[in-house]
T-cell receptor
Framework: NAGVTQTPKFQVLKTGQSMTLQCAQD?????MYWYRQDPGMGLRLIYY???????DKGEVPNGYNVSRLNKREFSLRLESAAPSQTSVYFC?????????FGPGTRLTVT | AQSVTQLGSHVSVSEGALVLLRCNYS??????LFWYVQYPNQGLQLLLK??????LVKGINGFEAEFKKSETSFHLTKPSAHMSDAAEYFC?????????????FGQGTELSVKP
């Protein structure tokens, strides 16, 4: 099992550009999550999907959209990137109690 | 609303010394509590979890944590630090009734281990 995979690993965008971060899990988990990690702030939930076909806002959803494409895949889209969205983005999926995390995408917006 | 506070953004210990990383939580309903570890440029890995069974929880790599309801704490300890323990540690809380299993994270504690 690959677990949770994320692409790309690194990305540099100019202000106003758009991009989609991809996440996939092969563990047959129902729930999936997108977090951002910023220094001194821990991880903050952007959006989550409790099951296929549903998505809900987390703590910091502004400027982002998500799609739960199927049970395996959960993508995060930045429609018009801003420097404040420079961060490390983690995808995770839930098995009962434990969330399993991907390796992260390091995004820089200039 | 739930919240987590980790006391100390940086903790430094000598190799072989006790590791103590502090976590206090706020929750109006019974919580599930977690400690995650993050090594440089990697994702988060679960160290241990409290899910309302035993209050003393043992995890991987020799770590353990004790759930103290009266103190709303879930401090992480390890009797003897190794150089390989240097990493960032996150405490997290989850409401047992929450749909979707959302976690609330503390701000993290970076552990340094001196030779």
């Amino acid at each position: 099992n690959a677990g949770v995979t994320q692409t790309p690993k690194f990305q540099v965008l100019k202000t106003g550009q758009s991009m989609t971060l991809q996440c996939a899990q092969d563990m047959n988990h129902n729930s999936m999550y997108w977090y951002r990690q910023d220094p001194g702030m821990g991880l903050r939930l952007i959006y989550y999907s409790a099951s296929e076909g549903t998505t809900d806002k987390g703590e910091v959803p502004n400027g982002y959209n998500v799609s739960r494409l199927n049970k395996r895949e959960f993508s995060l889209r930045l429609e018009s990137a801003a420097p404040s969205q420079t961060s490390v983005y983690f995808c995770a999926s839930l098995n009962s109690y434990e969330q399993y995390f991907g390796p992260g995408t390091r995004l820089t917006v200039t | 609303a739930q919240s987590v506070t980790q006391l100390g953004s940086h903790v430094s210990v000598s190799e072989g010394a006790l590791v103590l990383l502090r976590c206090n939580y706020s929750s109006s309903v019974p919580p599930y509590l977690f400690w995650y570890v993050q090594y440089p440029n990697q994702g988060l890995q679960l160290l241990l979890k409290y899910t309302s069974a035993a209050t003393l929880v043992k995890g991987i790599n020799g770590f353990e944590a004790e759930f103290k309801k009266s103190e709303t704490s879930f401090h992480l300890t390890k009797p003897s630090a190794h150089m390989s323990d240097a990493a960032e540690y996150f405490c997290a809380v989850r409401n047992v009734y929450t749909q979707g299993g959302k976690l609330i994270f503390g701000q993290g504690t970076e552990l340094s281990v001196k030779p």
